[in-house]
C-alpha cells in the first residue's frame, strides 16, 4: 500500500480519537479559580467549560445584575448562588464527582444569551459529563427556570437530585452576626423600656375591670357575627322591596351588617343589666333607692328580653312564643 494512501488514513482517524478525549486539567484549572465562589465567566469561558468532550458537571447561572434590565431576582439570587458554590467547593465530597459553578452576566455573555435564545432571567444550566462513568447518553443541559424567590436550600436540593448517589456537602451558611447584635440590642431596649414603665403599666395590666371589659366586648362581637360578616362581605342593609329598609335578613344562614351591631347592642344592655342587679344594685345602702333600681333593672332587661324575642321571629316566622311589650 502506497504512502500516500496510509498517510491520509491515519490522519482521518486519529485526530477523531485523540478528540473523544477530555483534558486532564481543564477541571483542575478551573476548580482552583473557583475556590472562593463561582466562576465569573464570559462567551469564550463559558464555550470552553461547557465543550465536548467533558468529564465533570458544570452548573452555569445566566443571569443579568444591572439595575437597567430590571431583574430584581437576578440581584436577590446571587448571593444564594455564591452560597451554593462555597458550601460545595469548601465541603468533603466524593474525588470523582467534579462539579463547577460559573456565572454568565448577559454583560459578558450576550452571543450565548443570543444562542440560547433566552428573553428571561435568571436561568440555570446544570451540563452533565459526556464522558467518564457518569456520562449521560443524553447529555443537553438540565435547565431550572425561576418562577419567584428561590431559596439556596431548594436549588442546591435539586443540584444534588441530578447529581450520582453518593455524600455530598452541606449546605452551610455563614452565621449572620449583625443579626444577632440586632437581636440582643432590641431585646435589651425591650427589657429596658418594661422595667422603666412597669410602675405605670402593671397597675392598668392588672386591673380586672380593664379585663373584664375587654373580654365582654370581644364576646359580644364574635356572638352577635361580627366574624361572618367579614367571611361573607354581606351588605350593610337592604331594601323591603316597598321603598323602604330592611335591617333584619330572614332566616338563620343571612344576616345584614346593621343586623349584627344591633344584636351587639342587645347583648350589651342585657350584659350590663345583669351585672348591675347582681353587683351595683345590692350595693346601695337606702333601701327605697335600691327598690327603685330593681324595678329600674328588671324593666329595662324585661324589655331588652322581649325585642330580642321579637327580632327572633323575624330570623323564624314560625317560632310561636314572644314576650310583652313586644
Known amino acids: 500500500m502506497k504512502l500516500s494512501t496510509v498517510i ?43 465543550a465536548k468532550p ?58 450565548v444569551f443570543q444562542k440560547l435564545m433566552l428573553q428571561t432571567a435568571p436561568v440555570l444550566l446544570v451540563f452533565p459529563p459526556t464522558t467518564g462513568p457518569y456520562a449521560r447518553i443524553d447529555d443537553s443541559p438540565l435547565r ?22 453518593g455524600p455530598k456537602p452541606q449546605l452551610v451558611r455563614p452565621i449572620n452576626y449583625m443579626r444577632i447584635v440586632s437581636g440582643v440590642t432590641i431585646l435589651m431596649g425591650v427589657v429596658t423600656l418594661f422595667t422603666v414603665l412597669s410602675p405605670y403599666v402593671l397597675p392598668v395590666v392588672r386591673n380586672r375591670n380593664i379585663w373584664a371589659a375587654f373580654s365582654l366586648i370581644a364576646i359580644l362581637l364574635f356572638t352577635s357575627g361580627h366574624m361572618f360578616n367579614h367571611i361573607r362581605k354581606v351588605p350593610y342593609v337592604a331594601g323591603d322591596g316597598r321603598g323602604g329598609i330592611s335591617y333584619f335578613a330572614g332566616g338563620f344562614s343571612n344576616q345584614f351588617g346593621m343586623e349584627t351591631q344591633i344584636i351587639a347592642a342587645i347583648y350589651a344592655v342585657l350584659s350590663f343589666s345583669a351585672i348591675a342587679l347582681a353587683m351595683k344594685v345590692p350595693r346601695i345602702a337606702d333601701n327605697k333607692s335600691q327598690q327603685v333600681a330593681v324595678v329600674i333593672w328588671g324593666a329595662v332587661l324585661l324589655g331588652t328580653y322581649s325585642f330580642l324575642l321579637s327580632v327572633f321571629r323575624v330570623k323564624n316566622g314560625g317560632y310561636p312564643f314572644f314576650l310583652p311589650p313586644f
Open 8 to 50: 491520509p488514513s491515519l490522519l482521518y482517524i486519529f485526530p477523531i480519537t485523540f478528540g473523544a478525549s477530555p483534558d486532564p486539567g481543564k477541571f483542575e484549572q478551573y476548580y482552583a479559580r473557583s475556590r472562593l465562589g463561582p466562576l465569573q465567566l464570559d462567551d469564550s469561558s463559558y464555550d470552553d467549560i461547557t
Open 54 to 111: 467533558r468529564d465533570y458537571y458544570a452548573a452555569v447561572i445566566l443571569t443579568a445584575m444591572e439595575a437597567r434590565f430590571g431583574c430584581e431576582l437576578c440581584r436577590d439570587f446571587q448571593p444564594e448562588f455564591d452560597l451554593i458554590a462555597r458550601s460545595w467547593n469548601k465541603g468533603n465530597k466524593p474525588d470523582d464527582t467534579k462539579l463547577l459553578f460559573g456565572t454568565l452576566d448577559f454583560n459578558n455573555g450576550k452571543s
Open 144 to 165: 431550572f427556570d425561576f418562577s419567584g424567590p428561590i431559596s439556596a436550600e431548594q436549588v442546591y436540593a435539586w443540584i444534588n437530585r441530578n447529581l450520582p448517589d
